[in-house]
């Protein structure tokens, strides 16, 4: 008997979460994590206590009824019309119950032992669970190459001499980044925290820890900016030279004449997989 519960309640809860977090995608919905767990605990805990009741057949009718009613309330309360949520739930539910015997009766080749409980000497829950888990692990690969084909587009190699040093790095182009210094008007690359310090001499890095950005190098000064949440401040100093490229290294797109670009000296890691925020003002 112990087993069979525990079977019991591993089907519901993840047989029920299924069921609601499909009936929400049917809907067009957002799938509510929270109302999905409450609706599959409360599932499961009625499905535990059927076997003990000693009810007749009717009774038990009613009783699934007013469950399926307060489970379509739980999922569906000031979200979507109740009747329209609990229709796509009861029609899920359905299509779920079809499922189940179906995979019993492949597994069982009997109609009538399908029909039974428990049909299988294994949770069904998990091996549902199995096709969803690898599902989503594939949609998350597939979202991956797709953003990393898209990030791919608007990456673009170059060469930057700032400081006294000359280093190649991958930009990515970001159309919201239209930071100018406020003196000259030129545009800004935001470097991250990787080509910010290699380009920085352990004198120069000093001086930006001690306060004393602009001693790094003439022309270098603070401008502010603002962001979502409040006014910021980014040093930059003049790049000698900065060559863009396109593809292969003969493939020049853009070289820009000396002080025609300023290099934003930042120490946050950049969440574009690449060494700086390019300006489409350079282009």
Known sequence: MSVYIEYVVIDNLVITALICLISYRVLKMRPDKLKTSVAAVTGTCAAVTYPFLQLHFLWLLLIKAALFGLLSVILFYKKVRLYKGAAVFLMVTGLFGGLIFMVAYIALGDASAALSLPAYDFPLGVILLLPVGLYYVLKGVVSAVRRHRARADFSFKFDVTALGKTV????????????????????VIVAGAILTTGLLSEKQFELIIRGKGTEVCKGARYIKFDTISREEQILTVPAENFKLYTGEDANILKVITPKEVMLGLSFKRLGTGCDALLSPLVF
């Open 168 to 187: 190649t790095a991958m930009g990515y182009l970001d159309s919201g980044n239209l930071l100018c210094d406020e003196k000259t008007g030129l545009p």
